[in-house]
């Protein structure tokens, strides 16, 4: 499994963009590069996911560096429905089916 | 909603006991998954089914089995229950089951063995 660093804590404000950064060197050339998000008391969402381009969806936006070897993830405007931990998990295209969760960040949004 | 249903949502029950948990995926999804998550070891993957068989496995003891049965429904058993199975079990499915596609988890069932 690609081993990835996270922060574990970032802080934002409201309505403020937040950039979340992951590091997965050891990535592979198959692994597509998923983000999850857990809020308190609930189960993990879904949240992007991307391979070698960036990715926009309705949540958030998708950066990979151009090496693969780390992203980000940005929302755009936090909200306080935005605190949460966030996961960056590689996970293969081809096979080695499972999420490995690690630690992630844990994020603060701020009234 | 993320049309990930599990039941029972809370469930209580003894050590030494074995107990039955549910899970329903998205309607199209082929593959499911179970993890577990407790406080000291977070979010670990048990098992995978795709449409029936057996795909991936984790770190999902031998006391534990699970099953995908012909409707997709799944279920995963726990028996010999200890007290360090208390823990909160979710189920994800996704369309196919690799990195292409994502998960979509249910809201899980929390597990209190006393």
């Known amino acids: 499994d690609a081993k990835t660093t996270q922060p574990n804590s970032m802080e934002s404000n409201e309505e403020e963009p937040v950039h979340l950064p992951c590091n997965h060197s050891?990535?592979?050339?198959?692994?597509?590069i998923h983000w999850y998000r857990q809020l308190p008391s609930q189960g993990p969402e879904y949240v992007i996911h991307g391979l070698t381009s960036n990715v926009n969806n309705r949540m958030a936006s998708l950066a990979i560096a151009e090496d693969r070897k780390s992203s980000t993830l940005i929302l755009h405007r936090a909200t306080l429905r935005d605190a949460a931990v966030y996961y960056c998990i590689p996970m293969s295209g081809g096979s080695n089916y499972k999420l490995t969760f690690g630690k992630g960040t844990l994020l603060t949004v701020n009234p | 909603d993320s049309g990930v249903t599990q039941t029972p949502k809370h469930l209580i029950t003894a050590t030494g006991q074995r107990v039955t948990l549910r899970c329903s995926p998205r309607?199209?999804?082929?593959?499911v998954y179970w993890y577990q998550q407790s406080l000291d070891q977070g979010l670990q993957f048990l098992i995978q089914?795709?449409?029936?068989?057996?795909?991936a496995k984790g770190n999902i003891l031998e006391r534990f089995s699970a099953q995908q049965f012909p409707d997709l429904h799944s279920e995963l058993n726990l028996s010999s229950l200890e007290l360090g199975d208390s823990a909160l079990y979710f189920c994800?499915?996704?369309?196919?089951?690799?990195?292409?596609?994502?998960?979509?988890f249910g809201p899980g069932t929390r597990l209190t063995v006393t």
């Open positions: 089914y795709y449409n029936g068989e057996e795909r």
């Open positions: 994800a499915s996704s369309p196919v089951g690799d990195g292409r596609y994502e998960q979509y």
């Open positions: 309607s199209g999804d082929l593959s």
């Open positions: 050891t990535i592979s050339g198959t692994d597509y």
